[in-house]
């Protein structure tokens, strides 16, 4: 198993629990396991009846697991604010009432969430030195997905943003020189330097999600959840990101053979259907299934988590050991 394991899927059908037993699975396994939480729901601290903050804290009864719980919202407005610092800066006093209003005004535009939690999710990974494996509970699938995309979209982007400075500076030094060489031509230009060090992030993030990443979608026995995971399946091998495998889960128990009311006739027709939805999960896609959880009755947490650890078929031990 790779170093960095994500658990995506449809809104509500227990990405929390999986990512929880699976991160238990590996601390009990003997791993430094870092559970993060990037769900703006954060289910975490209710599996575990503990509170989490967007650093990482032990996990109560867990002697290897700590846990953490990336907030959007704040990450948002840092970001902002840094990069509100950053450019006011760069202009001049008379520029830096415009900055902020048009920073303002970035805060709900259509990425501006992304953007920031990619930036922490870098930067979670970077500094993830101390521990064997870091497990992913994310945000439903679209929003998994986007963040998923932004190496491969705003690597080109950056690319051209920094052409378009190295051109920017190149005529304002010849205008002012003359026909010589730019004499800050890529040195010392603080705009290039910025934007150089988000590619090589966006670089990073690519490189490590390529190659010392591991994704599994958890399902649930419905049509629409399954809709869902294969375009979830299409769109990751799209970005060059492989499904390891699906955890199916809320699956219905059987019944008794000597049960007879209309309760438990209910429950053998419903465990029918759900039978066929996983022989389509089979057939129809190529990760395994390496997971079939049923339904518990009570909230999976304590006794329940430790029972779904050991019910998923996943590898704990590193791709190196």
Request: aromatic share 6%.
């Amino acid at each position: 198993m790779r170093k960095f394991v994500f658990f995506g899927g449809k809104g509500g059908v227990g990405k929390t629990t999986m990512s929880s037993a699976y991160a238990v699975k590996c601390s009990r396994a003997g791993l430094q396991t870092l559970l993060v939480s990037t769900d703006p729901a954060h289910s975490t601290r209710d599996v575990f009846d503990q509170e989490f903050t967007d650093e990482p804290s032990p996990v109560e009864g867990e002697p290897n697991l700590d846990a953490m719980e990336i907030d959007p919202e704040t990450e948002v407005r840092d970001h902002l604010m840094e990069t509100k610092r950053a450019l006011s800066d760069q202009v001049s006093p008379a520029m830096v009432n415009e900055i902020d209003r048009q920073i303002e005004m970035s805060h709900q535009t259509p990425g501006a969430h992304e953007s920031a939690l990619f930036d922490r999710f870098i930067e979670v990974m970077r500094d993830s030195d101390e521990y064997d494996r870091v497990v992913f509970d994310t945000s439903p699938t679209g929003g998994t997905l986007r963040l998923l995309s932004l190496p491969g979209y705003l690597d080109g982007w950056i690319q051209r943003l920094i052409h378009k400075r190295k051109q920017s500076v190149k005529l304002f030094e010849r205008a002012a020189i003359g026909n010589n060489e730019p004499r800050r031509m890529m040195d010392g230009d603080p705009i290039i330097a910025r934007l150089e060090a988000r590619r090589d992030n966006f670089s990073f993030a690519a490189e490590t999600l390529r190659n010392d990443a591991a994704f599994f979608l958890v399902v649930n026995p419905d049509q629409l959840s399954i809709w869902e995971t294969k375009r979830a399946v299409d769109e990751l091998d799209s970005y060059d990101l492989s499904v390891r495998g699906l955890a199916v889960n809320r699956l219905t128990p059987e019944p008794d053979p000597d049960e007879e009311g209309r309760g438990a006739r209910f429950l053998r027709d419903r465990v029918t259907t759900e039978q066929d939805r996983l022989d389509e999960l089979r057939e129809d896609l190529e990760p395994p299934l390496v997971a079939t959880i049923e339904t518990r009755i009570a909230e999976v947490k304590g006794d329940f988590l430790g029972e779904v650890a050991d019910e998923l078929d996943i590898d704990v031990e590193p791709d190196d050991a």
